[in-house]
């Protein structure tokens, strides 16, 4: 696996791989790699593509009040498990290779972006949409891989590559889970063993929610059933809503592609899931 951290070596590895008539994939992270970022990468290795996968702690996604100096870092290890994974090249930008001085752009993406993790945590997917641009305009993929996890992250990233008329492929993957159902996470690292424990009252509340909404039963009451579950738990809940799997717009018609979203804290560590219904 090639490892490079300037955009020079960058370009000159993918031409090369343009010359072979070599497709490229990308699968972006931010690093901490767990077994959800290595299903990116298998869903990505396809004959006659390259993948390329970035790890970039991008400083533009952080709110002022939130954890960026504490997020994990492991770039030997997240290399190791990249190669293993038969990644063919790791991008390692730094941040004055991503944000040079001077550096003036934001991209924006509204509507998709204004509910839920965006009223959330304000400014959290103009810093997505900023980097991942950046990511595309500098490895030009056909084809870059996503996980579900971050659904709503997924609908801004698939809206831009529209608007912008991105020539890339998004696939989005399913999310990978422990055993009892706990979506795997970069964040879980910071649950104690009893938060870790009633950290799955998460998947089941929306998995209960999700199949009442599909058999029928009132939108709302199996919205105010899972805040009960969770808040039992010992959660407290920043939001479970039903909202359109494209638009993220709340309360869809029943014919159309739905997903239920949720976000609650279980102390200090802030966990986010989605279920199709
Ligand atoms: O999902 C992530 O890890 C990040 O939000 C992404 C897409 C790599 C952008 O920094």
């Known amino acids: 696996m090639l490892t490079i951290r300037e955009l020079a070596p960058l370009r000159e590895a993918l031409a090369a791989w343009g010359s072979e008539g ?78 040079p001085a001077g550096f003036a752009t934001n991209v924006s993406v509204s509507r998709v972006s204004d509910r839920f993790d965006g009223a959330a945590r304000p400014g959290h997917f103009d810093g997505v949409a900023t980097v991942v641009a950046k990511l595309f305009n500098q490895v030009r993929p056909d084809a870059a891989y996503f996980g579900e996890k971050d659904f709503q992250q997924l609908a801004v990233i698939r809206r831009m590559v529209a608007d912008l008329d991105f020539a890339v492929e998004i696939v989005g993957v399913p999310t990978q889970r422990e055993d009892d159902g706990l979506a795997l996470s970069s964040r879980n690292v910071y649950l104690d063993d009893d938060e870790r424990a009633r950290a799955v009252a998460l998947p089941r509340a929306l998995g209960v929610a999700a199949r009442a909404i599909a058999r029928g039963d009132a939108v709302e009451d199996a919205l105010n059933d899972a805040r009960t579950a969770l808040a039992g738990a010992g959660f407290t809940v920043d939001y479970v809503a039903l909202a359109d799997a494209e638009t993220l717009i709340p309360d869809p018609a029943p014919d159309r592609p739905r997903r239920l979203l949720a976000a609650a804290r279980m102390g200090a560590t802030r966990l986010i899931d989605n279920v199709a219904v």
């Open 22 to 99: 070599a497709r490229v994939a990308l699968v972006p992270t931010m690093g901490a790699h767990h077994a959800g970022h290595m299903a990116l990468v298998e869903a990505a290795r396809r004959p006659g593509t390259k993948v390329v996968a970035s790890i970039f702690v991008n400083p533009k996604q952080f709110g002022a009040n939130e954890d960026l100096s504490r997020y994990p870092r492991k770039e030997m290890a997240d290399l190791r498990m990249l190669s293993e994974a038969g990644c063919d090249l790791a991008w390692l930008p730094s941040a004055e290779e991503m944000y």
